[in-house]
């Protein structure tokens, strides 16, 4: 996985100018889509025309991952033995609601020999809410992805752009994601030239403890990057912290103090990973 998840961008894999499209685009991972954005007759064409594209390569830095079909469908596992085939490092399963469908998953990719490869599980109905901690502890597994438009459809919620109803099954996928050590994305927001509103949501969801969002158009980006990117303000305070605990380690303190505040282990840890993020995000601008 990648140093930082802030923006995922599904593209539609029948789509050839829009999978060329994403190499230039500023997004952490680009997620090419062979379930939800085509359509049936279409299912074969676009899935030797991703295979195409994922050997051409030219991605530089981003998390390249694959959306297949699940498995029970006609398509799944055909997708699933073409991307094995590729350089794709992740593939990501549509509306996981067991530890057995990430089994079967698994043990496909092991007999293609594909080992390396890991899992995106999406997270889209009570089925799947109600089993996520088991899921989320799956080995192969490397982040959740909310599926907020079907979820809110299968548990019959009315249009809110505050989604409380939503609420506890975001912070219960967020929990079983920091239980597991895995990342936490959420959903998709569909109105695309809603600046304000994707900002909210995408304030709303940082602050439920999500890393990063699920995209559906390359206009959604900046925004999204922004929100859940570290400042320039944070980037400097946290090489402040580092300096100020080295320095006082290196002298042999007990303690480390920086601004009136006391710094812990778990202050020094968050620098450092916010660090590390900032430096992922300095090489995805350069490529």
Known sequence: MTAVLRSALY??????????????????????????????????????????????GGYGPRQLVARCNALATPWG??????????????????????????????????????????????????????????????????????????????LRLPTDPDRRGLQYALGRCVMAARLAGVAALDGVYLEIKNEEGLRAVCEQGRALGFDGKTLIHPGQIAVTNAVFGPSEEAVAHAQRLLDCWDQATAEGKGVAVLDGKLIETMHVDEARRLIEAAAHIADLEKA
Request: aromatic fraction near 4%.
């Open 11 to 56: 593209m539609p894999a029948a789509n050839q100018r829009a999978m060329d499209k994403a190499r230039e685009l500023p997004v952490d991972a680009v997620v090419f889509d062979l379930e939800d954005a085509v359509a049936p007759e279409k299912k074969a064409e676009a899935r030797e025309q991703l295979v195409a594209q994922l050997h051409a």
């Open 77 to 154: 596992e055909a997708d699933i033995r073409a991307l094995a085939a590729t350089p794709v490092s992740t593939l990501c399963l549509p509306k996981v609601e067991s530890v057995e469908q990430l089994h079967a998953v698994s043990a496909l990719l092991e007999e293609l020999q594909r080992p390396d490869m890991a899992l995106w599980a999406m997270i889209e109905t009570p089925a799947g809410v109600a089993n996520v901690e088991a899921i989320a502890a799956y080995g192969r597994l490397t982040a959740l992805l909310m599926g907020t438009t079907d979820l809110a459809y299968e």
